[in-house]
């Protein structure tokens, strides 16, 4: 039988967990195979295990696919809708002898894994059943207890290729008779797995590495079966930054979480499609046409790549830059309003000055949530003073008047325009006598509480005179020890 021509790749998740940061990346890896090929990416739902399948969680998984701009391309297949398939290929494992019923019970095989444990024996199943007699089966049959279906693993070797590791093999004599029919009639994970692939016309298999003992036992089932395998591709798993497991901290949480952290779809995808693979040359930003075109499995590392957080975060920012201010207004506005600094409909009455508010704030922000956090004061002006900046700012005796004089200035000007504010504020400190600087900065601190943002002069004119000159007089207020309560609640 002839492996298919078209390229055909699945991502096939168990809705026993949320979509991860480990399977999204294996799925942007087989995405990307596939539309480099100009081939198609399947999505099968493994829920085959009901016990542990959640289907709130298939909803979840979707969704993160989806986030992450993953589009498949046939409607998803469900193994539990397909319970119908799998029998008959069992059937004709045990017509040909390939294959035995196995009439132990789960608290049989409990006790003699038990025992060989104790007795340091291998734990493999020791075939009880493939020695039957007739007479014995026969017995069986007529009580009628559950019975499960195992396949009979041949002696020799496995050996295969793998399009990342080179050539594998593996004794069969450490494989198991594996079930492949459960005793009420369900299919295993490496039986449903085959069957599927095999129908599903899949032409490569590429998943983690974890995967490749599996990878024998399939091969031994497709062998079994008289099936041509797909070709296979192992991915080294990601690690934390201490070159451990990666855990939670480092980045394993579902991948719809990295959205609620403000993070653009297209910067988490970039920066998976480069954990353990490369372009071949030093670029660090794609965008999802140029990681299409140069994607190919010769460049996957066999090393295990580092999840740095970090540098997720920083790719983050650099997609965030090179925003267009009209778009970047609705990715940062639910976080604005979940901070209760704005209204949906205030967000869409007032878009002109939300688009000066994200293109100002956003070279400083490598998240979505950072508008919040750093714009807070375009929203409102109850803030307080940064402490620091308070004590380096607003403790020399000469800076109430200065700010007293710079509001004075700001009241009366015809234009509050970018040009007219700088010529005020600098023309103000030369008559002082004193540097631009030491009137910017308590400046800054009198209008946004905080020392740092972005340029002083272009947020005065987005925050606009009636705004500056309140909070310059309530920043006079609280130096001289007299601070009034901010009252209004949102000025943008």
Known sequence: MSPPSEVRVRIAPS??????VGTARTSIYNWLFARHHRGKFILRIEDTDLERSDPELVEVILEGLRWLGLNWDEQPYYQSKRFEVYPSYAEKLLQQGKAYHCYCSPELLKQKR???????????????????????????????????????????????????????????ADIDDLIIMRSDGRPTYNFACVVDDYEMKISHVIRGNDHIPNTYKQLLLYEALGITPPQFAHLPLSL??????????????????????GFLPEAMVNF???LGWSPGDDRELMSTSELIEAFSLERVSQSNPVFDIEKLKWMNGEYIRSRDDNELVPLAAPFLIEAGLTTK??????????????????????????????????FTDKFDYEPEGVKKHFSSPECNPWL???????????????????????????????????????????????TKGPSLFELLEVLGREEVVERLERAVDFIRG?????DKTDTG
């Not at 005020?424 to 009137?439: D, P, Q, T, Y």
């Not at 007299?482 to 901010?486: G, L």
């Open 15 to 20: 809705p026993s967990g949320f979509l991860h």
């Open 114 to 172: 038990e025992e060989a444990i104790r007795e340091k024996r291998s734990v493999k199943y020791d075939r009880h059943c493939l020695r039957l007699s007739e007479e014995e089966k026969k017995r069986l049959e007529a009580e009628a207890p559950p019975k499960a279906i195992r396949i009979k693993i041949p002696p020799g070797e496995t050996s295969f290729h793998d399009l990342v590791y080179g050539d594998l093999s593996y004794d069969n």
């Open 240 to 261: 934390g930054i201490d070159r451990s497991k990666i855990s939670k901290r480092d980045g394993a949480v579902a991948i719809t979480d990295y959205r609620q952290m």
């Open 272 to 274: 998976l499609a480069l």
């Open 345 to 378: 409909l205030a967000v869409e009455i007032r878009w002109e000055y939300m688009k000066k508010v994200v293109g100002l704030l956003k070279g400083r922000c490598r998240l979505l949530t950072d508008f919040a956090e750093l714009g807070r004061y375009f």
């Open 404 to 450: 007293a004089s710079l509001a004075e200035r700001y009241s009366s000007l015809q234009k509050f325009d970018l040009q007219a504010i700088e010529t005020s504020l600098r023309g103000l400190a030369e008559e002082l006598g004193i540097s631009a600087a030491k009137l910017i900065h308590p400046t800054r601190l009198a209008t946004t509480g905080m």
């Open 482 to 486: 007299n601070p009034t309560p901010a």
